[in-house]
Every structure is written in C-alpha cells, then in structure tokens.
C-alpha cells in the first residue's frame, strides 16, 4: 500500500534553515503531485508547496522566496528546503500525494516544525 514518511522536522531559531524529507513507497512516484501542507495549532491545514510530475511548483504567497520544493524520482522522495524561517511556520507539516488536483490522495503522519527562540 502507499505510504509517505516525513522526516527532517524539528526546532530552529528565527532565521534559521530545516530541509523536510518525504519518503514514498507502494506507488509510481513519478506519476504523482506531490504536496507540502501545514496546519498551526488551532488553524486550517493550508498548502505551502507543491510540485507537478513535470516539475511545475507552486508555493503560498507566505513562503515565497523562502521555501523551495524538489523531488527526486530515483529516490522516490520530495524535499522541502526552509530558509530564512520564521515562528508563524511553526506548524505540523505534511505530504500529499495525489495523482489529479482533485483527488484527495495519500497523507503521511506529519512532522513537527517549531521556530522559536
């Protein structure tokens, strides 16, 4: 069956950088949009970033020009470079997979991103 598996999470401080990984399994990886979502305490999940099985990218107004999202197919793994983070990304973040826009498709567990001094 598919399964994704985050990993990367953690604490940084104010301005600092973390890289979440995305491990999938039990699917055509290629073939699929793959997406970074968050949810805050108390908040909406919402979508920070995505990217297409072309490559095409996608990313929130809040973290443009500060997050950047890349796959690797031979790895079978999506990547989320942070930088510059600041303490409203504190949030869980989670991967999707989805092979059409409309699909609501596989979720991993998430992983924990604290930004705090």
């Known amino acids: 069956q598919v399964q994704l598996v985050e990993s990367g999470g953690g604490l940084a401080q104010p301005g600092g950088s973390l890289r979440l990984s995305c491990a999938a399994s039990?699917?055509?990886?290629?073939?699929?949009?793959m997406t970074w979502y968050r949810q805050a305490p108390g908040k909406q999940r919402e979508l920070v970033a995505a990217i297409t099985s072309g490559g095409s990218t996608t990313y929130a107004d809040s973290v443009k020009g500060r997050f950047t999202i890349s796959r690797d197919n031979a790895k079978n793994t999506v990547y989320l470079q942070m930088n510059s983070l600041k303490p409203e990304d504190t949030a869980v973040y989670y991967c999707?997979?989805?092979?059409?826009?409309?699909?609501?498709?596989?979720w991993g567990q998430g992983t924990q991103v604290t930004v705090s001094t």
């Open positions: 999707n997979a989805k092979v059409t826009p409309t699909t609501t498709g596989y």
């Open positions: 039990g699917m055509i990886f290629r073939l699929y949009i």
